[in-house]
């Protein structure tokens, strides 16, 4: 049986938790349904809504030893500095959507001003998009040299770039073969070429103000779910 102390536990905040009270008793009952004393990153998932009230109330937590560390996802650089500047302690992560197509080297340099690491979801582009990275030429041609995996080359990319990657997967041996990146590094002409492969351009597509429709106008009811 693991101890609790082997196990790094993450969750976020939905929008409609918010509101400083909201937020707070979002925690507790977090708490509760996860049988557990203390999250170890709690994110708010977005940045809509009362995300400084929100932001507020994960800083009461810490303070309470209810969470170990906070942090924020899928905020642009003006939210960010808004809660740098209104907020006591700084971001520990910042969870967003990066890969070689959409390195997001602007956001990646705003968070190292205050210590904030970069998570990277869909690193691999996820379930519908994988494919446009996994069978890119020059990717595949890095992965042949090196004896690798495309998706081994891409995670390698995050590593090197000091990216906290996040693939999923429900296959063990895809998953020991997400784990199995840290016999070999990429050169810098192999970087050089990745970073070539930037198209400015997202998978996630959604403009700010569906955004913020969808996600602030949506509870999930988490009690209910299996």
């Not at 705003?110 to 519908?128: M, R």
């Not at 041996?173 to 997400?178: F, G, P, S, V």
Request: glycine share 6%; proline share 3%.
């Amino acid at each position: 049986m693991c101890k609790r102390e082997d196990i790094f536990l993450t969750t976020k905040l939905w929008p409609s938790e918010y509101k400083y009270e909201d937020a707070l008793k979002a925690i507790d009952e977090t708490l509760a349904r996860l049988d557990t004393d203390y999250i170890d990153l709690l994110l708010l998932h977005q940045q809509y809504g009362e995300y400084i009230d929100a932001y507020k109330a994960m800083e009461k937590a810490v303070e309470l030893g209810k969470v170990k560390s906070i942090g924020l996802s899928n905020f642009n650089e003006e939210r960010f500095e808004d809660v740098i500047n209104k907020c006591t302690i700084k971001p520990a992560v910042h969870q967003i959507e990066t890969h070689p197509f959409y390195p997001e080297h602007d956001l990646k340099a705003l968070g190292e001003k205050y210590g904030t690491i970069v998570e990277s979801w869909f690193p691999l582009g996820g379930i519908e998009n994988k494919g446009k990275l996994l069978n890119n030429e020059i990717i595949k041609e890095i992965a042949e040299e090196h004896g690798k995996t495309t998706a081994q080359v891409i995670l390698r990319w995050h590593i090197q770039n000091n990216y906290v990657a996040i693939p999923g997967s429900a296959d063990k041996n895809e998953i020991a073969e997400n784990f199995d990146i840290f016999d070999f590094e990429l050169t810098d002409e192999d970087l050089e070429k990745i970073q070539k492969l930037d198209t400015g351009t997202r998978f996630f597509t959604m403009s700010e103000e569906e955004q913020e429709r969808a996600f602030t106008g949506f509870a999930p009811d988490f009690n209910n779910q299996k």
